[in-house]
């Protein structure tokens, strides 16, 4: 039910209009004058605004330019009297969407409003659209984004069920490619608030002030190059959700705009002082341990248990290694469709090879693959996907053409020097090139884990390239940002040295 504010310092014409558009099924809230009018606005913001024209203290115009401010967006509807209308014609032309003419009919009123809101709500889901744009979207709606039969992923959906109809904050936890953003779209399309606005922001993607901008928008001229007002994505998302992705990266400042978001459900616009209100249920991830970074101050303890009121943890793929082959099938299918191509079988062999992968790069991993066996075996002319076309991915091989052991997070080829022997583990580039400490297995025999691994590879070509960290990322074919935050966690836990 969409809500109008009616705004006239005359007591019986006030009453007579709001009355009106009860009757036509709105929700209808009224001001005396225009100062409370705005503050009712930016407290809680109507979908159209119905003024008289004659106020004293403020007039009609004058508060159609501070509607504007607030939001530009917001249909106002001027009522007039015969000799004024000129002045409604310039009321229009500061923003205003129409005006009526007294006396009208309340039909006339009733139809312009209801223009007014089509017009507003085009232009909202314009806006959505466009900072939307960028998200990926996955097949399915509410649970049936969740693929996987598994007791762990079954364990999921309960818990997506149980929160969905709650108003309270989502902390989604688990690994890199696990599908965390897939967990929030499920509990967005299942909650009440389906109908509203789904968007997303991955925090550590943009810097600090763009990443203000993006969340709270800013007001014209507030910094160079804001040439007009710009509404943030809690303005958009407003009566929908906000999924503030990788929520770990954002630095002190935002993260105190945050908490007073979730306290009070209200912001400021960047260069604004005007207390605007909104109504966002934030749903938030990070494949980081939270209450780590809370014991080493790089994340506020107030705003996790803000955020972390119902918890949601996504376990990693080689978790769930029974929902491999229904991933799989599904990845390859989409990609099928996608290509224009009929969907592909997998042999025997191919799949048990994928079952028994340990998947470090989880569910976004398996995709990747996937769409990879396709693209090949479309090329090769095959009918169904071979061993072959996916073996290659699956194991690191080394400069010399040795299969070695899968590196956690990487499925890329390895890189082998002949270098002095790494502290940490007591691990060394030449037994890695020659196969002594490969595929996860230690020269006196013992499995090794494969975060064991991963770690002293990464330390022993960091020592390699001299400290370099960006000739490092590049011999692993990982990105530097990534790198960093490994060495950083692995300092924390004081597995390697500090000097890193």
Not at 177 to 188: C, D, F, N
Not at 477 to 482: A, D, K, L, S
Request: proline share 3%; glycine share 10%; with cysteine.
């Amino acid at each position: 039910m969409s809500t109008v504010l009616v705004v006239d310092d005359k007591e019986m014409m006030r009453d007579s209009v709001a009355q009106t558009l009860r009757r036509a099924g709105f929700e209808v809230t009224t001001a005396t004058d225009g100062r409370s009018a705005l503050e009712t606005i930016a407290r809680a913001r109507p979908d159209a605004v119905v003024t008289d024209l004659k106020m004293p203290g403020m007039t009609g115009i004058e508060l159609v330019e501070k509607i504007q401010e607030i939001d530009d967006a917001l249909p106002t509807v001027v009522m007039t009297a015969f000799g004024t209308i000129q002045t409604a014609v310039e009321a229009m032309k500061r923003g205003a969407f129409d005006f009526v003419t007294k006396p009208f009919e309340g039909d006339e009123l009733i139809i312009t409003v209801k223009r007014g809101l089509r017009a507003a709500s085009m232009a909202r889901e314009n806006a959505v659209l466009r900072a939307s744009a960028a998200t990926p979207v996955s097949a399915g709606d509410g649970l049936d984004r969740l693929i996987g039969d598994s007791l762990a992923m079954q364990e999921v959906r309960s818990q997506i069920e149980a929160v969905a109809s709650s108003q309270g904050s989502v902390l989604i936890t688990g690994e890199s490619g696990t599908g965390k953003e897939v967990v929030a779209r499920a509990i967005h399309e299942v909650s009440p608030r389906s109908s509203g606005a789904f968007l997303a922001v991955n925090c550590a993607a943009l810097s600090e002030s763009l990443l203000e901008s993006e969340l709270f928008g800013h007001e014209r001229g507030a910094f160079t190059g804001a040439d007009k007002l710009r509404k943030g994505r809690f303005e958009l998302a407003d009566r929908g959700t906000l999924l503030l992705d990788e929520v770990s990266e954002v630095s002190p400042h935002i993260q105190a705009k945050l908490l007073r978001v979730l306290q009070e459900r209200a912001f400021e616009r960047v260069g604004s002082s005007l207390t605007i209100g909104v109504d966002v249920r934030v749903v938030a991830t990070s494949n980081r341990d939270l209450q780590q970074s809370i014991d080493g101050g790089d994340f506020r303890g107030d705003l996790y248990y803000r955020l972390n009121v119902l918890p949601i943890h996504l376990p990693p793929l080689r978790e769930r290694a029974g929902d491999v082959r229904l991933l799989a099938s599904h990845f390859v299918a989409a990609c099928c469709r996608r290509e224009g191509r009929e969907t592909l079988a997998w042999t025997d062999e191919a799949m048990d090879l994928m079952s028994g992968y340990a998947w470090p790069g989880n569910v976004r991993e398996l995709q990747n693959i996937c769409e990879r066996a396709v693209v090949i075996s479309v090329a090769r002319g095959a009918e169904r996907i071979e061993a072959p076309m996916v073996e290659p991915w699956l194991r690191s091989v080394n400069r010399t053409g040795r299969t070695g052991g899968t590196l956690q997070g990487a499925t890329h080829v390895a890189v082998s020097f002949d270098a002095a022997e790494v502290k940490p583990g007591g691990f060394s580039g030449r037994d890695f090139a020659n196969g002594t400490g490969s595929a996860g297995v230690g020269s006196n025999g013992e499995i090794r884990p494969l975060c064991d691994i991963e770690r002293e590879t990464i330390v022993h070509t960091l020592e390699h390239f001299h400290g370099h960290r960006q000739k490092t990322a590049k011999a692993l074919g990982i990105g530097v940002r990534t790198l960093g935050l490994k060495l950083k966690k692995w300092k924390e836990e004081e597995l390697v040295p500090a000097t890193l």
